[in-house]
């Protein structure tokens, strides 16, 4: 499997540090209003990464903070004239809302920068023992940016390109030793949250809080860090600087960005008009055409979003759920219980080499979805009323799992039919209770017929959709 690591600017073999595990982080939303769709991306993208690793066999840990300390959530809060935690708080929870919307699992780990503080004062203290970091006198912290000798290796930026852009660094306080000293620690303004910490009562600064969450949660050393390109400089070069400089490890091996998320080949901005929420979509689409919408693209590559392209990505989509409904009407109604297999199973092979393929070359997530295309193609060619239960369940597990890996559910969520399966559960219990082992089996294959397998745990039976 290929990755394209920003640090060489080239695909890489996909190497985990742990065999059959993978250790990924993601910058996540800074909360302070519902996500925009541009924030959907990295979501979507590496969720979509995250879950094709899983369908490979790997165990994710899969970690993705909320920064829920920042000038724009202070400012938020001022002006509705309550505290910063109610805004992180309520954004928080109506981001996990679009997040399930969008099908994206939860993390592993979601970690709030304000629950870390302890960590991060921590790691600013070994930055001072070694020299990295020292005090200006208003109680900023600063890294000591040229003492770390690879600044500048992840955007392939050198320090004297630097020095011409040094205006686009964030100066937030007097007292640095150079322009490219960033901060780690900022003093408290009247009216801010605060915390204590050996220089000044204040906060961290924004990269120290993923340096130290990723390490809390992943260890020092990290299979793939991720998120949108506008973090590479100066987010992801600083990360690396503090995380290096202070364990003395490399940090994360892969390095992955999404490219950005343009609407109508604009920037998306407020003062522009042209901003969306993914609340304000999910009025309009069902949030899975988002995801689809999202995925048809290559991740690195720009995205346009306008009307005209989700109208399509709903229309792609509903040839394949279209395709999936036909499937499952036939296998309902099949009168044959079996006929040949072989020419299903060769063309499954085919169109799932296909699609791995895709995904092993760096996640080409657009050449995933265009092998879907053709296989739905095959399939609606292939199947009619006479195609046996067997051939037709194939095509269903196997068009679920493939729509599944990229995070698309294409099976229709019935509330009424599922009271009819518990229904049909209890009696099978019941059946099972009384031997008549024939009528509890008879009970489990007309819920296979339909599509539903029962599975006995040790909770009670649970069942799962084909
Ligand atoms: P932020 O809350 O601005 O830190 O952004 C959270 C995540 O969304 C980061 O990974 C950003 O790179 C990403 N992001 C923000 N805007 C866009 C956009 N227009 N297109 C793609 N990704 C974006
Ligand atoms: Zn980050």
Redesign the pocket.
Known sequence: MKIYNTLSRTKEEFKPIEDGVVSMYV????VYNYIHI??A??MIVFDTVRRYLEYKGFIVNYVSNF?DVDDKIIKKANEEGTTSDVISKRYIEECKKDMEGLNVLPATVHPLATEEIPEMVEMINTLMKKDFAYRAEDGTVYFRTRKFEDYGKLSHKNLDDLEAGHRDIDVTGDGKEDYLDFVLWKPKKEGEPYWESPWSEGRPGWHIECSVMSKKYLGENIDIHA??E??IFPHHENEIAQSESANGVAFANYWMH?G??NIDNRK?SKSLGNFFTVRDISEKYDLQVLRFFMLSAHYRNPLNFSDVLMESAKAGLERITNAYDNLMYLFENATNDVTSDEEAKEAINSYVKKFEDAMEDDFNTADAISTIFEFVRHINQDVNEDTGANVLKLYIEKLSMLCGILGIIVEKEEKLLDEEIERMIDERQKARKNKDFKKADEIRDELLRKGIQLLDTREGVKYKWL
Not at 27 to 30: F, S, Y
């Open positions: 910058c996540g939303p800074t541009g924030n991306r990295p920064t998120g949108g506008d973090l999404n950005f998320l998306m």
